[in-house]
C-alpha cells in the first residue's frame, strides 16, 4: 500500500470521526437541549457540518480504495539474449531498401515496428518461417 494511501485512509478517518462528534455529540446535545433554553439553529448547523464531514471521509475512502491516486509509470525494458553463434544479416527498409539500425525498432503494444529514417514509413516486423 502506497504511503499517498495510507495518509488518505488515515484522514478520512479522522474526517469521520470528527464527523461523528459534531453530528452526533454535540448537535444532537443542542436539539435536545432546546427545550430547555438551547437552541436548535445551532444544533442543526452542527450536524450538517458533522455529516458533510463523515461524508468527505467516506468519499475519500472511496477514492483511495478505487486506485487511482497516486498512478505509478513503469518502463519496461525488452532484452534479447542470442546465442553466440547467430549470424545477424543487415536490416533493410521494405520501401527505400534503407539500411536500418536498432534505434529504429521499437515495441509497440507487444510487437517490434520499424521506423525508416530515410522514407519516413512505419511498418511491423514479421517473422518468416524458418522452414
Given at each position: 500500500?502506497?504511503?499517498?494511501?495510507?495518509?488518505?485512509?488515515?484522514?478520512?478517518?479522522?474526517?469521520?470521526?470528527?464527523?461523528?462528534?459534531?453530528?452526533?455529540?454535540?448537535?444532537?446535545?443542542?436539539?435536545v437541549q432546546a427545550g430547555s433554553g438551547g437552541s436548535v439553529g445551532i444544533g442543526l448547523v452542527f450536524l450538517?457540518?458533522?455529516?458533510?464531514?463523515?461524508?468527505?471521509?467516506?468519499?475519500?475512502?472511496?477514492?483511495?480504495?478505487?486506485?487511482?491516486?497516486?498512478?505509478?509509470?513503469?518502463?519496461?525494458?525488452?532484452?534479447?539474449?542470442?546465442?553466440?553463434?547467430?549470424?545477424?544479416?543487415?536490416?533493410?527498409?521494405?520501401?527505400?531498401?534503407?539500411t536500418l539500425t536498432m534505434d529504429n525498432i521499437q515495441m509497440v503494444a507487444g510487437a517490434p515496428v520499424v521506423?525508416?529514417?530515410?522514407?519516413?514509413?512505419?511498418?511491423?516486423?514479421?517473422?518468416?518461417?524458418?522452414?
Amino acid at each position: 500500500m502506497s504511503t499517498g494511501r495510507i495518509i488518505t485512509y488515515i484522514v478520512a478517518a479522522f474526517l469521520i470521526l470528527i464527523g461523528l462528534g459534531l453530528a452526533i455529540i454535540i448537535g444532537l446535545s443542542y436539539i435536545v437541549q432546546a427545550g430547555s433554553g438551547g437552541s436548535v439553529g445551532i444544533g442543526l448547523v452542527f450536524l450538517i457540518i458533522g455529516f458533510l464531514m463523515i461524508g468527505g471521509g467516506v468519499y475519500l475512502i472511496y477514492m483511495a480504495s478505487r486506485g487511482k491516486m497516486g498512478a505509478v509509470i513503469e518502463n519496461v525494458t525488452l532484452k534479447v539474449d542470442l546465442p553466440a553463434n547467430v549470424r545477424l544479416d543487415t536490416l533493410k527498409c521494405r520501401s527505400c531498401g534503407g539500411t536500418l539500425t536498432m534505434d529504429n525498432i521499437q515495441m509497440v503494444a507487444g510487437a517490434p515496428v520499424v521506423n525508416c529514417p530515410y522514407c519516413h514509413s512505419t511498418y511491423q516486423l514479421t517473422e518468416e518461417p524458418k522452414w
